[in-house]
């Protein structure tokens, strides 16, 4: 069955990186589009951005355009959020998620992982 | 603001049949298939209806879904105190080439 295993949150100073993982398998990882979402404390789930199966086809949400970099490594059915320049409204978890083969919401979404930015 | 228009709140007791709304434009239900997800309290979401009205394997009968122009309803019949949880809609906006989503619906089993 689908399993999507998120790692890498953690606690950051505002200004500071950090890079999530999401490991990936029970599916043909290579040709499936994947996201990242986020919830903040109480809030909704807001889509941060989203990744071809080819990795060639990217976006990304206005909010963490130019900071955030969505990336894959298919050898290890992997996915990977490398997020910059964090700022205290990053505080959020972190879900990894699989697509359906054309573009639209997901299928599965991982565990999550919780990024804490906070001087 | 989400893009997607859900009311935040609703609540039936158990055994009732609730609805809960959501409402879009041309460019995202008008044109694209819609999810509905669940979300437990401290959980991640979980896919609940997918293509409008399709249940996933082990989604119980109890929960439908219809889609009608620019919205969707999401209905549950004989409401368990364990369908106390979030609720979103969720689809393909053709404007913003992303995936929107409501701001969710908590649902209170009385």
């Known amino acids: 069955q689908v399993l999507l295993v998120e790692s890498g949150g953690g606690l950051v100073k505002p200004g500071g990186s950090l890079r999530l993982s999401c490991a990936a398998s029970?599916?043909?990882?290579?040709?499936?589009?994947m996201s990242w979402f986020r919830q903040a404390p109480g809030e909704g789930l807001e889509w941060i951005s989203y990744i071809g199966g080819t990795s060639s086809h990217t976006n990304y949400a206005d909010s963490v355009r130019g900071r955030f970099t969505i990336s894959r490594d298919i050898a290890k059915s992997s996915l990977y959020l490398q997020m910059n320049s964090l700022r205290a409204e990053d505080t959020a978890v972190y879900y990894c998620?699989?697509?359906?083969?054309?573009?639209?919401?997901?299928?599965?979404w991982g565990q999550g992982t919780l990024v804490t930015v906070s001087s | 603001q989400s893009v997607l228009t859900q009311p935040p709140s609703a609540s039936g007791t158990p055994g009732q049949r609730v609805t809960i709304s959501c409402s879009g434009s041309r460019s995202n239900i008008g044109s694209n298939t819609v999810n509905w997800y669940q979300q437990l309290p401290g959980t991640a979401p979980k896919l609940l209806i997918y293509?409008?009205?399709q249940r996933p394997s082990g989604v119980p009968d109890r929960f439908s879904a219809s889609k009608s122009d620019t919205s969707t309803s999401l209905a549950i019949s004989g409401l368990q105190s364990e369908d106390e949880a979030t609720y979103y809609c969720a689809t393909w906006d053709d404007s913003l080439n992303g995936p929107v989503f409501g701001g969710g619906t908590k649902l209170t089993v009385l």
């Open positions: 293509n409008d009205n």
């Open positions: 029970g599916f043909s990882f290579g040709d499936s589009y």
């Open positions: 998620t699989k697509d359906p083969p054309l573009q639209g919401p997901p299928d599965f």
